[in-house]
């Protein structure tokens, strides 16, 4: 690892020497910064892969060596994308054999030359956090990645302080996990499957916090070492839950256990946004075009956008993708928009709401000086459904650019546009999302 | 076949009409008549169900007395070309799951109107979204799955809903006609021969009605009510309505009609941008598949672009938007929504909104009756308070026939 590290840090000041030649300020664009004002006539200066300045074009001082990038009248600068939830990669969690599975990791099945990757920078998704599916209680580790230049997952995974690759649990309630045994059968086996989990593992942490040598220590079980990871802090919750009173449970549970949790998609958050907001939960919102497909999204309704964001709770807004494709994220903030949520929270939604709750808050999320130069040039206000993503840009590198044709080919689709099993990741480790799902 | 529809459509006409109010007028700051320039300030006068008056507010007077709704754009009534509302329920559980019957691979006797729940909640959630018609029916996955209905997303029995009750027949042909449990069709080539021996059943089927018609009807062959349908659609009274994605899947449906000469409709087509051509060179409509479509990974549809729409429209070739079938969530998807993630990608405002009115009216052969706003035809009308396809803009009513039918704000 130390010598990967040197080598890294070698080629690394490779690119930041040609990079310092180019210095890049970009003007003329509309700059919404996310954390103040929108800049009408804005520059946006990136340096050595990181935000140097922000601000109006008569207040920001452009370095000399910098190369202008002059953008037409109309365009959108905004920071780049954070999706909270995400099936790219065609990533498997757990599998069939039982219901609660924190070993898995999500790591050891990403695609990193998927085409979903592509499709995500399309969209101008620039971080993820990729999740296992939602058929099991626990289905494993998720991981949080930077749509960085890479040839494996760990090139593209974001770091815990101490360099394992960074990520959260997954957990589910509700409809999904409910299965032929030993998958629990109805809401109120699942919640005690979870509490003897989380019981067994505090007793493992005790267990070792006691023991006095090596020789005194549990031998080493991956499952509750994961779910001490919970336990300890370090590894939030994603926890699927649609229905008001499962998203209740879930409350109920991390009250019990101390986690640190993120409630995701909450079809039904509208009904209970005030009990949400005063249990201090953030949420990573789905909005779909319709209600239904299974029972626990019957009830689903946009309006849990504005209920939640009047209730005061932090909210972020994710793709699910493949449920929606992260080509057209932009529009999902819109459609809350629209449902009577203010234009700054949709915009927090999907930035800074979202990268709070996966901790990469101080990394990403907005256009402050400092942080990664991870940012979407658009057409045009990015709640227009006549706005396309221009470009991509993650550390100061374009990973996207729409006048690229290979990029356009992924942008629109067509022959041979996806990568063979893009789109699978929703469909692995048996969980309940067939095509045909009927009765899930 | 004929009998019984006529025998239908007396029924439908009695029942169809029922005696409240018809009578309304939009007033709209935009109106898209989808025919003809849109109209700033426009009117359309609504009286018993049908438009009496469009025109700008200048010129038409709305009758003393008459309801009158304001809206800053208002559209024709959107039509969802294809879909199975009403027979794929919300809850998708399997007792709200009439779309597809798996028990054989050809089933042209099975009829929407048996199956179709005017109450089921997607259709109250479409209208609420401005899409008053819907071709509607069986869905894609055998070979023939059964027929499809038109209808108004309105009234409380099927009855009243309906105002094509048999129009077409629902068929499959690729990976979707072999995605069950049974031996056969096991493959394209066998799906295809099977396909062909029914329809070639259908033409003597049909040849020993004629030739008993000629003497005292004795001779006449046993009544079949699948080859009656299959006869419908060889006498060319009922299309073909073909759910078709992979490039030589679409040649072969094609081919199939060249061959026994029916009315095809091609629905879903994700490759057809590969085949402008011969898709242009044949005169055959597409019900192009939902913008949104999950086409992704294997799947016979992983090659969908969203350009198609726009590629299709160039070459001058029919063209409408549908729902289509949705397995899991979102249950149903809006043509509405379908449309405007169209405008990114090469198709104009004007264009979008035909997809959705105007042109599935043609494709479909309704265009006498809705599609556009123009004296005589139904006061079909879907009310905005913005641009209609903006994300950000709400559907703030929709009016079938002169009733208003849908107040809440979408």
Same mark, same amino acid.
Request: charged letters at 20%.
């Given at each position: 690892m130390k010598l990967l590290l040197s080598v890294v840090l070698l080629s690394g000041l490779v690119v930041s020497m040609s990079s310092i030649a180019e210095t890049r300020a970009f003007v003329g664009a509309r700059v919404i910064p996310i954390d103040g004002q929108e800049i009408a006539d804005g520059v946006l200066v990136v340096e050595d892969g990181r935000i140097r300045a922000v601000g109006a074009r008569a207040d920001v001082r452009i370095p000399r060596a910098a190369a202008i990038v002059e953008l037409e009248p109309g365009t959108v600068i905004m920071p780049g994308i954070v999706d909270t939830h995400s099936h790219v990669g065609e990533v498997a969690g757990a599998d069939r054999s039982g219901p609660i599975q924190p070993e898995a990791r999500v790591l050891d099945s990403f695609n990193v030359r998927s085409s979903g990757i592509k499709r995500a920078l399309a969209g101008g998704i620039t971080s993820v956090n990729v999740m296992p599916g939602s058929g099991h209680l626990v289905s494993g580790q998720t991981l949080y990645l930077k749509l960085r230049e890479g040839s494996a997952v760990t090139d593209l995974a974001y770091r815990f302080d101490d360099g394992a690759p960074a990520g959260g649990l997954k957990m589910a309630n509700g409809t999904n996990s409910r299965r032929d045994a030993p998958f629990p059968g109805t809401r109120a086996k699942s919640a005690a499957l979870v509490r003897a989990s989380y019981i067994k593992a505090r007793e493992y942490a005790d267990k070792i916090e006691r023991a006095e040598n090596e020789d005194d220590k549990p031998p080493r079980d991956l499952g509750l070492e994961a779910l001490v990871e919970v336990l300890a802090g370090k590894r939030v919750v994603h926890f699927h839950s649609h229905r008001h009173d499962d998203l209740l449970t879930a409350i109920r549970l991390r009250d019990e256990f101390g986690f640190r949790m993120v409630l995701h998609h909450t079809s039904e958050a509208w009904r209970v946004a005030d009990e949400i907001a005063a249990a201090d939960v953030p949420v990573s919102l789905i909005l779909i075009d319709s209600p239904g497909g299974k029972l626990e999204a019957l009830y689903l309704d946009a309006r849990s956008a504005p209920a939640l964001e009047q209730a005061g709770a932090k909210v972020a807004f994710h793709t699910d993708d493949w449920i929606t494709d992260s080509r057209y994220f932009l529009r999902m903030a819109a459609m809350g928009v629209r449902a009577g949520m203010s234009r700054e929270a949709a915009l927090l939604a999907m930035t800074q709401a979202g990268a709070d709750m996966l901790d990469l808050g101080e990394r990403v999320g907005s256009l402050s000086p400092g942080k990664d130069a991870d940012f979407v040039i658009l057409s045009g206000d990015p709640f227009s459904v006549y706005t396309r993503v221009l470009e991509t840009w993650v550390e100061g590198e374009r990973r996207f650019d729409l006048d690229d044709a290979a990029d356009r080919l992924v942008a629109e689709g067509g022959f041979n546009a996806l990568s063979d099993g893009d789109g699978a990741g929703h469909l692995h480790g048996q969980g309940p999302h067939t095509l045909t799902g009927a009765g899930q | 076949m004929k009998i019984i529809s006529s025998s239908l459509s007396i029924f439908f006409l009695i029942v169809s009409f029922p005696t409240a109010a018809q009578d309304i007028a939009v007033r709209a700051g935009v109106l898209y008549t989808g025919a003809g320039q849109a109209i700033e300030n426009g009117v359309v006068v609504i009286a018993d169900g049908l438009v009496t008056a469009v025109g700008p507010a200048s010129e038409v007077s709305i009758p003393e007395?008459?309801?009158?709704?304001?809206?800053?754009?208002?559209?024709?009534?959107?039509?969802?070309?294809?879909?199975?509302?009403?027979?794929?329920?919300?809850?998708?559980?399997?007792?709200?799951?009439?779309?597809? /019957?798996?028990?054989?691979?050809?089933?042209? /006797?099975?009829?929407?109107?048996?199956?179709?729940?005017?109450?089921?909640?997607?259709?109250?959630?479409?209208?609420?979204?401005?899409?008053?018609?819907?071709?509607?029916?069986?869905?894609?996955?055998?070979?023939?799955?059964?027929?499809?209905?038109?209808?108004?997303?309105?009234?409380?029995?099927?009855?009243?809903?309906?105002?094509?009750?048999?129009?077409?027949?629902?068929?499959?042909?690729?990976?979707?006609?072999?995605?069950?449990?049974?031996?056969?069709?096991?493959?394209?080539?066998?799906?295809?021969?099977?396909?062909?021996?029914?329809?070639?059943?259908?033409?003597?089927?049909?040849?020993?009605?004629?030739?008993?018609?000629?003497?005292?009807?004795?001779?006449?062959?046993?009544?079949?009510?699948?080859?009656?349908?299959?006869?419908?659609?060889?006498?060319?009274? $009922?299309? $073909?309505?073909?759910?078709?994605?992979?490039?030589?899947?679409?040649?072969?449906?094609?081919?199939?009609?060249?061959e026994f000469g029916f009315g095809l409709i091609l629905a879903g087509a994700s490759d057809a941008h590969l085949l402008i051509e011969p898709i242009k060179a044949a005169g055959v409509p597409v019900i192009l598949h939902p913008t949104m479509i999950r086409g992704w990974g294997n799947a016979e549809t992983s090659h969908f672009s969203f350009t198609t729409a726009a590629r299709l429209l160039e070459a001058g070739?029919?063209?409408?938007?549908?729902?289509?079938?949705?397995?899991?969530?979102?249950?149903?998807?809006?043509?509405?929504?379908?449309?405007?993630?169209?405008?990114?990608?090469?198709?104009?405002?004007?264009?979008?909104?035909?997809?959705?009115?105007?042109?599935?009216a043609k494709i479909l052969g309704i265009d006498d009756r809705v599609g556009s706003l123009e004296v005589g035809k139904h006061g079909d009308v879907a009310l905005f308070d913005g641009d209609p396809f903006e994300f950000t803009s709400h559907v703030i009513g929709t009016v079938i026939e002169g009733r208003r039918v849908s107040e809440s704000v979408r």
């Open positions: - | 007395g008459m309801q009158v709704i304001d809206a800053a754009v208002a559209t024709p009534g959107l039509i969802d070309a294809r879909s199975t509302l009403g027979l794929s329920g919300a809850m998708n559980q399997p007792n709200d799951q009439d779309q597809l /019957e798996r028990s054989a691979a050809i089933q042209p /006797e099975l009829r929407a109107i048996d199956a179709y729940n005017p109450r089921e909640r997607l259709i109250e959630w479409v209208r609420e979204h401005g899409v008053t018609t819907v071709h509607a029916g069986h869905g894609p996955g055998e070979i023939i799955s059964g027929q499809t209905l038109i209808a108004k997303t309105s009234g409380d029995t099927v009855e009243q809903a309906v105002f094509e009750p048999a129009y077409a027949v629902s068929a499959t042909l690729g990976e979707g006609a072999t995605g069950h449990s049974r031996s056969s069709p096991g493959n394209r080539s066998k799906a295809v021969a099977m396909l062909r021996e029914q329809l070639i059943k259908a033409q003597a089927y049909r040849t020993g009605l004629e030739t008993a018609a000629g003497d005292d009807e004795k001779s006449a062959p046993d009544r079949d009510l699948g080859l009656e349908t299959l006869v419908a659609v060889l006498d060319g009274k $009922m299309p $073909m309505v073909i759910e078709v994605n992979r490039h030589n899947d679409i040649m072969t449906a094609l081919r199939l009609a060249d070739i029919p063209v409408a938007l549908q729902s289509g079938y949705e397995g899991y969530v979102p249950k149903t998807r809006v043509v509405l929504f379908e449309a405007a993630m169209l405008l990114g990608y090469g198709v104009s405002f004007e264009q979008a909104l035909d997809l959705v009115t105007a042109a599935p």
